[in-house]
Nanobody, 121 residues
Framework: QVQLVESGGGLVQAGGSLRLSCAASGSIFSINVMGWYRQAPGKQRDLVASITNGGSTNYADSVKGRFTISRDNAKNTVYLQMNTLKPEDTAVYYC???????????????WGQGTQVTVSS
């Protein structure tokens, strides 16, 4: 069994900062890409940022220069530092990871339960 547990969401004023964390646990052999997605009410879930196990990163255009994704491979944890937050960043943020379990031949995609981020104007 593999689990992704997120933390760090909350309410912040525009211009403020938040840091999200997501820890993977369970019978993990390896983790490839880890990332963050977000979904606002009535909208689809979109990629915010991703990072490979080698440290290569990818960002949505809307967050470039404001958000930074990082990971600690020893802790199986991914972080999202969000600065200069805007009201349009308000959404549920979901952690995502492609994980190969012990004794499993393939990677599977796993999701966290989601954490609410609300930015007030």
């Amino acid at each position: 069994q593999v689990q992704l547990v997120e933390s760090g969401g909350g309410l912040v004023q525009a211009g403020g900062s938040l840091r999200l964390s997501c820890a993977a646990s369970g019978s993990i052999f390896s983790i490839n890409v880890m990332g963050w997605y977000r979904q606002a009410p009535g909208k689809q879930r979109d990629l915010v940022a991703s990072i490979t196990n080698g440290g290569s990163t990818n960002y949505a255009d809307s967050v470039k220069g404001r958000f930074t994704i990082s990971r600690d491979n020893a802790k199986n944890t991914v972080y999202l530092q969000m600065n200069t937050l805007k009201p349009e960043d308000t959404a549920v943020y979901y952690c995502n990871a492609r994980i190969r379990r012990l004794a499993a031949p393939y990677q599977y995609e796993y999701w966290g339960q989601g954490t609410q981020v609300t930015v007030s104007s």
